[in-house]
T-cell receptor, first 109, second 116 residues
Framework: GQNIDQPTEMTATEGAIVQINCTYQ??????LFWYQQHAGEAPTFLSY??LDGLEEKGRFSSFLSRSKGYSYLLLKELQMKDSASYLC??????????WGAGTKLIIKP | GAVVSQHPSWVICKSGTSVKIECRSL??????MFWYRQFPKQSLMLMAT?????????EQGVEKDKFLINHASLTLSTLTVTSAHPEDSSFYIC????????????FGPGTRLTVT
């Protein structure tokens, strides 16, 4: 079956760095996405990785290792507004998104 | 660009009635639209995928006669929840993708449905 695993909840301090991991097992691979979702709102796109390596976009970076079925989202200089759920999703061979359950990130002052 | 709107943003209805949710791509043509449902503290669950002008493809376990999806144009898709029950109360989110970017979905703001 298809499976996406990510931690349920993480806590970090304002100004610090946090890494959210995601491992996956899917039927085919057409890219891995990270989305941010604030409570009661729809997800917003953060990053897309289809090749191995690190993609940096401002305070957020995303890493992919296809051979290991592994990705992480790195958030630097954490701000209170970064408190949200972070969803890892993999696009399978049918271009269908398989979603993880999300990691709730709590930022403390 | 690539903005998707949903209407209504929230709705309360009585058990047994039907509710229609609209999803519009405002500045692009969405060849494919997706409907998701999300229960509290859970991830998104894909309900169905629809291409303009053709019947929707429903995920296993989703009743196509209960959740009617129409994708009549490249900018509009509707989801009708027929004979709603309290267990249908959820957050419904649509997304659209373009032909040249099948890997990227643009999400609407979601519709909170409460069935009493």
């Amino acid at each position: 079956g298809q499976n996406i695993d990510q931690p349920t909840e993480m806590t970090a301090t304002e100004g610090a760095i946090v890494q959210i991991n995601c491992t996956y097992q899917t039927s085919g691979f057409n890219g891995l996405f990270w989305y941010q979702q604030h409570a009661g709102e729809a997800p917003t796109f953060l990053s897309y990785n289809v090749l191995d390596g690190l993609e940096e976009k401002g305070r957020f970076s995303s890493f992919l290792s296809r051979s290991k079925g592994y990705s992480y989202l790195l958030l630097k200089e954490l701000q209170m507004k970064d408190s949200a759920s972070y969803l890892c999703a993999v696009m399978d061979s049918n271009y269908q998104l398989i979603w993880g359950a999300g990691t709730k990130l709590i930022i403390k002052p | 660009g690539a903005v998707v709107s949903q209407h209504p943003s929230w709705v309360i209805c009585k058990s047994g009635t039907s509710v229609k949710i609209e999803c519009r791509s405002l500045d692009f043509q969405a060849t494919t639209m997706f409907w998701y449902r999300q229960f509290p503290k859970q991830s998104l669950m894909l309900m169905a995928t629809s291409n303009e002008g053709s019947k929707a493809t429903y995920e296993q376990g989703v009743e196509k006669d209960k959740f009617l999806i129409n994708h009549a144009s490249l900018t509009l898709s509707t989801l009708t929840v027929t004979s709603a029950h309290p267990e249908d109360s959820s957050f419904y989110i649509c997304s659209g993708s373009r032909d040249r970017e099948p890997y990227e979905q643009y999400f609407g703001p979601g519709t909170r449905l409460t069935v009493t």
